[in-house]
């Protein structure tokens, strides 16, 4: 058996089928009366190979408290809990979550709990706090997916501005939000989600993902990406609600000047806003998809600092 993969608990030694196997995983399916549904963006990972290196990159060490986001029929999720891992499967689709339970079952792992629900509606500290109780949350929280890409970005949002203790992500995102996450100032990707992710994280592109190992082959090419999550934001911001406004009214409007962008948030007007742009050092003719997050930093806390001007 592969290093770092102990014998399956209540399997008496014998090796259980695998989830990445297609056969295998298109029968079980068949079984119950499941089929993958492009509606929820379902797109099963069907190779070893590509969930071992998922399974390395988020360095499971029993113990660890897991959340696999978007679990499907549970290649991550069973792999982690075979690794020692206390692991909250989430998943929108009853008939997988049910799927994902028996195959827990047979296999024995009883700290493999699975959660039937839109991640985007469910109170994620809540859900942590009562299957996992309060203990986890005086350490770090790792979380693991192959996220539904229309949700990607939404889902991280909440997940990086909400209030579980977070360590590291490791998700399989569409290749071209893995660009936008590692975006640099200037470049067509670069966004709100590219600072969301570097103003609270050190985010890597570990490697690309072809279409083919999935069931059903998704039309994009795909990426694995980690987030170490940052104890503290590497600037300061003065406030950050008037940090990501400024941020998400520059994007909203990136073929604006910054001060025709800004124009009427926090009630005041792009002459207003030029002043501040100018005191924080930047020219008023400036776009926001220029400025570094050191930039943006800045000309937030100049104008939270000179809000009454």
């Keep these: ?31 119950k009366g499941l089929s993958p549904r492009r509606s929820l963006g379902q797109n099963f990972l069907v190779d070893e190979n590509i969930l071992h290196k998922i399974i ?3 360095t499971p060490t029993p113990g660890d408290f897991i959340l696999d986001i978007g679990a499907g029929p549970g290649a991550l999720s069973l792999a982690l809990a075979e690794s020692g891992c206390h692991v909250i499967a989430l998943e929108k689709d009853k008939g997988l979550a049910s799927f994902l339970r028996e195959e827990a079952e047979e296999r024995g792992f009883d700290r493999l709990q699975v959660v039937e629900g839109d991640v985007r509606r469910l109170e994620l500290r809540e859900t942590c706090a009562d299957l996992w109780g309060e203990e986890p ?20 949002f909440q997940l990086l501005q909400g209030d579980l203790q977070l360590q590291l992500l490791v998700l399989m995102v569409q290749l ?6 590692k975006a640099a100032p200037g470049s067509k990707e670069y966004g709100a989600l590219s600072l969301l992710c ?3 994280s050190r985010p890597r592109l570990l490697f690309k993902v072809p ?12 990426a694995v990406v980690s987030l170490e999550v940052l104890d503290r934001p590497p600037s300061e911001v003065g ?5 990501w406004a400024i941020v998400k009214r520059a994007f909203q409007k990136r073929r604006k000047t910054l001060p025709n962008a800004l124009d009427g948030l926090h009630n005041l ?4 806003w030029a002043e501040l742009i100018k005191k924080a050092g930047l020219s008023p003719s400036c776009r926001g998809e220029t400025l570094s997050l050191e930039q943006f930093a800045y000309l937030a806390q100049i104008s939270y600092n000179n809000r009454g001007i």
Excluded: C, W
Excluded at 137 to 156: A, D
Excluded at 269 to 272: G, L, P, T, V
């Design 239 to 243: 406030n950050e609600d008037l940090f």
């Design 269 to 272: 007007h792009k002459e207003q």
């Design 198 to 200: 570097r103003y609270y």
């Design 56 to 58: 390395s990159a988020a």
């Design 137 to 156: 949350f005086m350490r770090k929280i790792k979380v693991v997916g192959n996220l539904p890409y229309y949700l990607t970005t939404p889902l991280l």
């Design 211 to 222: 279409p083919s190992v999935f069931y059903p082959p998704p039309e994009v090419a795909s």
């Design 1 to 31: 058996m592969e290093e770092g993969y102990p014998k399956r608990e209540g399997m008496a030694g014998n090796e259980s089928p695998k989830i990445t196997s297609p056969a295998f995983l298109r029968r079980k399916l068949q079984e």
């Design 176 to 181: 071209e939000v893995a660009r936008r996450i």
